[in-house]
């Protein structure tokens, strides 16, 4: 019970919304289809991952939640510290995120 509880968390309130905005900045600034396409499916791939780092460690999930909605951290970093096998797609996406 307890964990489809932080696999609900982690996908409404910090997956769903920062996969939400990093496609938007990648539209906005017209970014390659490919490169979004690579973005989205590492956010997607991250999934696993992001549920277990919120298991493992609550606070950190807090954090994240709370940081991203106030402003104090960017999907980008929640992303790159969740799942570091990103890396290759955000460094592509750099460019276009603002």
Do not use: K, N, Y
Request: net charge negative.
């Amino acid at each position: 019970m307890f964990h489809d509880f932080i696999a609900w968390l982690v996908a409404v309130f910090l997956l769903g919304p920062m996969q939400a905005e990093i496609r938007q900045q990648l539209e906005a600034a017209r970014a390659p289809t490919g490169v979004v396409q690579q973005v989205a499916e590492c956010a997607s791939a991250a999934a696993p991952g992001l549920l277990a780092r919120a298991e493992a460690d609550p606070f950190w999930v807090a954090r994240a939640i709370i940081g991203s909605w106030v402003g104090l951290t960017t999907p980008e970093e929640v992303l790159r510290d969740a799942a570091p096998g990103c890396a290759p797609a955000m460094a592509a996406a750099r460019p276009f995120l603002g």
